[in-house]
């Protein structure tokens, strides 16, 4: 395929080679020009500005650091949009504002041109070993048009309808579970620490019981369903649980911000009748916060 | 080995039946003693009191719901630590609170008997399966004669030196983490609703990028090691992703105060000069609030 | 009135030497022995134990630092009540918690002894220069019998009822208000600071806006009442003001955790329909997650 | 003076009426034409668009709704800056965002204009009434200026320095403390009610001691001041008394977030070794968090 390539930093240099290695044909373009070298050596035309990459393209990917350079590429002076032949796409796998992706999706669609969202999951050494994982949306036949770039990209891929917002909806999330994790595990750290647990120890113990285990799949698995009867393990002993720990912290000095916001919301649970519904009743909470009517 | 059990709930019967059919001789005790009766027919001897259940045991186990179930097993009238021979050991598995534990230690030290805090990570259906995590902190020799019981218990075992309640620091920030991720998870699946994303497709992308990958482990790992530089994802780009969830969150009507405390967290990084480090510097600040110095 | 006084620190010198200004008999007591000596030389009677200082009092006042301190001095050996006469009554006016007030009523109650809890607003400053507000809770008779102490200590009471803890509520309730209050100042001022605003200038604004203003008051009186509607000014406007309070501070890098917690709140309240109530009704959201039902 | 007045709102109309009565030549202008009536009768001429409105006068005051309003009022098509005379002055009451206020600073200067940033704090009534409390910022000169129109809005007026944006973060804080004071009182009302405190008497508490006492005002110079030894009340005592306070509001069940946050602060505080300090400390961890080098 005719192949447009925007954005050569750490992320997109190795995923524009992948996609040259598979075959297609690219025409690359990074602000810096001096980055685009190691893909031109691979047989890559140089372009000058992201229009010069789009204009003869069957699709334009483009890897960019953030809205700003995003939007610039795209909606700027020579940008992608200002040239992309009619009926061809851009698959934008950025990291960007849901705000942004669905100017980006009008843009496009007034323009004749497919827009398609496709971030990806995955460091720099994930995307040279082909290991990222892509979640896509956007018009069904248009995803299926750049199906080979996807899957050229990574390990695997999930589809997310047809809107295309929604896939930088759930690359947002998934970086915030990641953030989450760490949190969690830096307040843990913090305690075990304080409390004479070696660091070494706590990993060993989070890598046995955690890292690889399918809890968190499990947990996954039961606030998706939004069934919290029969409790598993009830949502008032996530209280005690919780408020032990906070005690711990208290008597070691480790203040547990994020341990204080559980205690808050596992106690709004219980004032609010939900005591004796499993733990994963955290999923009921946060739908209400957000107004969402529960199922069924 | 002769073994008394003490408490025969949801965890506790699946326990003792394993340290049973180990081939360990077993006296158990539980406050509504009905619940006795699988073990009286595995061939358990059934005893009135804890007392009664420690009197000529090597090791006593016990598994009880809380702190105050606990206090009034192992101090109260007729308790544990009124009839455990001396040198004898007890085992407590019970989720108690590390203030707890360590009146109990004294106890048991003062009354020339043994201590082994030994907390199990695992549902019912885990104790069952022999499939528990288990975490042991107490003296190097009674840990050592405890081992043949602690490994009946599970797949597998964390030793966590010499001080029993380090173990149930361990075991309450394990909690504290299945917490965070489930409430991590909640505001996930709320967002990601709201922004019409199917719940299907995010578990499915939480199952393919997270849940068995190992990436927690990776983090867990830059964390315990606390070195922060060079950043693989800079610490100022968590704060433009997670701006950007709260972002989207806000447009879609969706609180996320995870998000907001993680915001707050990576704002301050970046404020005290870390916007360059790698995002795991979360782990710095913790150590910061907390009063605990860097190493290196 | 023969009037015994328990705890002679910053706060309960100035209250006992009042009491004695105002012609009741005192029999003092304090840890610390050397502390009566001021009481010593205006004419009061230096007991050596708690119970000393109420066998023969009509009324005993104590104020301590804390809950410690306070069982020690009610319930422990020599404590008042195993000497304060029946029908005596125990003024508890120390910052204790809501349970070991419950205790201490059972206990005064059991021995046939009154208790009056009667905790006070205001600084050692405040204390001596008779400025205290009192807030008191007991059986209408024995508040009844205490009021002319309560009343010489400062310059108001308020009476909350028949239920001494009442009183440790509202009083723990008054030093939350204030430490939000700081809380509130403390990011608002680093805020101000960041961007180039002089804290005198602030400071001014603050007194000259809100110190002295009746804008607390009718906020608390909006909130009292519960009625929300019509707005004066929308929840949805308050959501929007601190969002650019909390644009501000990122633009600023000034981290604040209050106005990030403000902001989920205006938010779910927002999500759950109430956008175009007041903003007052923050007070709704916090009876919701209490599980109180809205009066009405 | 020669006056254009841009939004007749709620608050807009009673600033005109002030302006037009203090004997001030009035051009009028609001998106619903109708609003415009009653100047109308009161003397004042009605423009088609804001640029009528700027053409012929020496200032400008607009006080509009939001951001986009503002934004369209003076940048848009027939906005003010494409109409107001050179070394005229644009006095913006609005409530906008720090970044605008920088845009149109930056707008006006371009075009050899004067811009004062000049927000208020009161209702409608308090518009009404001349009560407002207007701070002001800009260039002293136009300051000036202005000044004859800033005092004929209301009872007093802080001047905020030579940036125009600093009004706006003043105004911004002012409205994030008024939010704060809110949050805190709907907790402390939730757990007041939930502990049978009748809402009327905890609304005279607050009354009777703080809300027209100097204890705000005495904080605020203490935090402003940044002197936090010696402690009139310690930090620790401020974490064991929000700490009581939580374990109320458990036994009550209500959480109470703001709480929360406090105890995680005064814990960090503790356990950075200010636990001797006062509890207005706080102050000196908000500047912590935002980089701010403590003045010394």
């Given at each position: 395929?005719?192949?447009?390539?925007?954005?050569?930093?750490?992320?997109?240099?190795?995923?524009?080679?992948?996609?040259?290695?598979?075959?297609?044909?690219?025409?690359?373009?990074?602000?810096?020009?001096?980055?685009?070298?190691?893909?031109?050596?691979?047989?890559?035309?140089?372009?000058?500005?992201?229009?010069?990459?789009?204009?003869?393209?069957?699709?334009?990917?483009?890897?960019?650091?953030?809205?700003?350079?995003?939007?610039?590429?795209?909606?700027?002076?020579?940008?992608?949009?200002?040239?992309?032949?009619?009926?061809?796409?851009?698959?934008?796998?950025?990291?960007?504002?849901v705000a942004?992706?669905?100017?980006?999706?009008?843009?496009?669609?007034?323009?004749?041109?497919?827009?398609?969202?496709?971030?990806?999951?995955?460091?720099?050494?994930?995307?040279?070993?082909?290991?990222?994982?892509?979640?896509?949306?956007?018009?069904?036949?248009?995803?299926?048009?750049?199906?080979?770039?996807?899957?050229?990209?990574?390990?695997?891929?999930?589809?997310?309808?047809?809107r295309?917002s929604a896939?930088?909806t759930v690359?947002l999330s998934?970086?915030f579970?990641?953030?989450?994790?760490?949190?969690?595990?830096?307040?843990?750290?913090?305690?075990?620490?304080?409390?004479?647990?070696?660091?070494?120890?706590?990993?060993?113990?989070?890598?046995?019981?955690?890292?690889?285990?399918?809890?968190?799949?499990?947990?996954?698995?039961?606030i998706a369903k939004g069934q919290y009867?029969?409790?598993?393990?009830?949502?008032?002993?996530?209280?005690?649980?919780?408020?032990?720990?906070?005690?711990?912290?208290?008597?070691?000095?480790?203040?547990?911000?994020?341990?204080?916001l559980?205690?808050d919301h596992f106690l709004t649970g219980?004032a609010q009748g939900r005591?004796?519904e499993?733990?994963s009743a955290l999923g009921a909470l946060a739908q209400e916060r957000a107004g969402i009517e529960p199922k069924g």
């Amino acid at each position: 395929m005719k192949v447009g390539f925007i954005g050569l930093g750490n992320m997109g240099t190795p995923m524009a080679k992948n996609l040259a290695g598979a075959g297609h044909e690219l025409t690359v373009w990074n602000r810096t020009a001096s980055k685009a070298e190691p893909l031109k050596q691979q047989g890559a035309r140089v372009a000058k500005t992201p229009a010069d990459a789009a204009r003869d393209a069957e699709v334009v990917v483009s890897m960019l650091a953030d809205d700003h350079a995003a939007e610039a590429a795209v909606l700027g002076q020579d940008g992608i949009v200002s040239a992309l032949p009619r009926n061809a796409i851009h698959v934008s796998s950025s990291t960007i504002s849901v705000a942004l992706s669905e100017r980006l999706t009008k843009a496009h669609t007034d323009a004749g041109q497919g827009y398609v969202s496709a971030p990806v999951f995955g460091r720099p050494e994930a995307a040279a070993g082909k290991q990222l994982w892509v979640v896509a949306a956007g018009p069904k036949a248009q995803v299926e048009r750049a199906r080979p770039l996807l899957t050229a990209l990574g390990r695997g891929l999930t589809e997310l309808g047809e809107r295309p917002s929604a896939a930088n909806t759930v690359k947002l999330s998934g970086n915030f579970l990641i953030a989450s994790m760490m949190e969690a595990l830096s307040e843990a750290f913090a305690l075990a620490e304080k409390c004479g647990v070696e660091r070494a120890a706590f990993l060993d113990v989070f890598k046995s019981v955690f890292a690889k285990a399918p809890i968190f799949e499990n947990y996954a698995g039961a606030i998706a369903k939004g069934q919290y009867t029969p409790a598993g393990f009830a949502l008032r002993l996530g209280l005690k649980d919780v408020s032990l720990a906070l005690e711990a912290g208290r008597a070691a000095e480790v203040p547990l911000p994020l341990a204080s916001l559980l205690r808050d919301h596992f106690l709004t649970g219980v004032a609010q009748g939900r005591g004796d519904e499993d733990w994963s009743a955290l999923g009921a909470l946060a739908q209400e916060r957000a107004g969402i009517e529960p199922k069924g």
